[in-house]
């Protein structure tokens, strides 16, 4: 293999460390098995880079489709997706930031404020005094009994909302990389 094709899939492999070392390879592999198809067609190694484009953006085509079409929903993949279009879009940095912080800082919070209800409830039954703390109007302070089934409702509230955001930020995701998936999808097809 000519040292252009090395260094090209080398700077390839370089923008997509965010993906798992098999996603790389499923990638870095499709891209060679074009470019050895186009070498037996007899076209120029420069004439199949050239086509290609700029390996920075081929590698975010492939990673933004595959970040996106990833339908997995957990803390590792929400920090993939926030580093991934972090690095590689200005418009990432405020609607990205605020979408995939809002939603990270809401999931954790579903787990936080169930297990402090359960703690307050259980603190309540022990026979522990709390200060109502989990639902105050003002005039009105629900009883630390009810302190975990509130929390509770709230805990899925903050999930389903996380959840709703986590979506909205894929949705992004895939019309920020729109143009690159088109790049993609021209590379698969020739």
């Known amino acids: ?97 605020f979408l995939s912080i809002l939603s990270i800082t809401l999931y954790a919070c579903a787990y936080f404020v169930v297990l402090m209800g359960l703690i307050v409830t259980i603190g309540t039954i022990l026979g522990f005094s709390f200060p109502p703390v989990v639902f105050n109007l003002g005039f009105w302070a629900a009883p630390n009994i009810l302190a975990f089934p509130i929390t509770a409702i709230f805990g899925f509230l903050f999930y389903k909302l996380s959840k709703y955001l986590w979506h909205l930020m894929k949705q992004y995701i895939s019309k920020v990389s729109s143009s690159h998936q088109l790049l993609q999808k021209k590379i698969i097809l020739s």
Not at 70 to 80: E, G, P, R, T
């Open 1 to 97: 293999m000519e040292l252009e094709v090395k260094q090209y899939l080398s700077t390839v492999s370089t923008n997509l460390n965010y993906l798992s070392a098999t996603e790389r390879r499923e990638i870095l592999e499709e891209i060679n098995s074009h470019i050895e198809e186009s070498l037996a067609n007899h076209q120029s190694v420069t004439e199949i880079l050239k086509n290609l484009g700029d390996p920075v953006a081929l590698a975010q085509a492939f990673a933004g489709n595959n970040l996106s079409t990833n339908q997995s929903f957990n803390m590792k993949h929400l920090l993939k997706l926030f580093s991934f279009y972090t690095k590689t879009g200005l418009s990432g940095m405020i609607v990205l930031p």
